[in-house]
């Protein structure tokens, strides 16, 4: 059973940093992305960036040059915030997904083959 357990979140004001962690243990897939989602109040959770195993990244456009998502080996990923904006406000969500190797979109919730818990992230004004 794959299990995926995030941390780094909290409350920061705009133009400040975060970055986000998530643990992966179990059989994940071995083709499996690596990838954060986020849902705000009120709003559909939306993918924000995966990576695969070679390390090719996808962004959503609403937060190009401002994350960064990267891994340690095979069993840690990360999401680094930057300039932060207060309507980056959300619960984000680490998530194995199936991708272009696929022939899907990473970044899409029917991509998602695990999840994790989440973690809250907050951006003041």
């Known amino acids: 059973q794959v299990q995926l357990m995030e941390s780094g979140g909290g409350s920061v004001q705009a133009g400040g940093s975060l970055k986000l962690s998530c643990q992966i243990s179990?059989?994940?897939?071995?083709?499996?992305?690596g990838a954060w989602f986020r849902q705000a109040p009120g709003k559909e959770r939306e993918g924000v960036a995966c990576l695969c195993r070679a390390g090719d990244t996808t962004y959503t456009d609403s937060i190009k040059g401002r994350f960064t998502i990267s891994k340690d080996g095979a069993n840690t990923l990360y999401l680094q915030l930057s300039t932060l904006k207060p309507e980056d406000t959300a619960m984000y969500y680490c998530?194995?997904?199936?991708?272009?190797?696929?022939?899907?979109?990473?970044?899409?919730?029917?991509?998602?083959?695990?999840w994790g818990q989440g973690t809250q992230v907050n951006v003041s004004s």
């Open positions: 998530a194995l997904t199936r991708g272009p190797s696929w022939g899907v979109d990473c970044l899409r919730m029917s991509a998602v083959l695990n």
């Open positions: 179990g059989r994940a897939h071995p083709n499996a992305y």
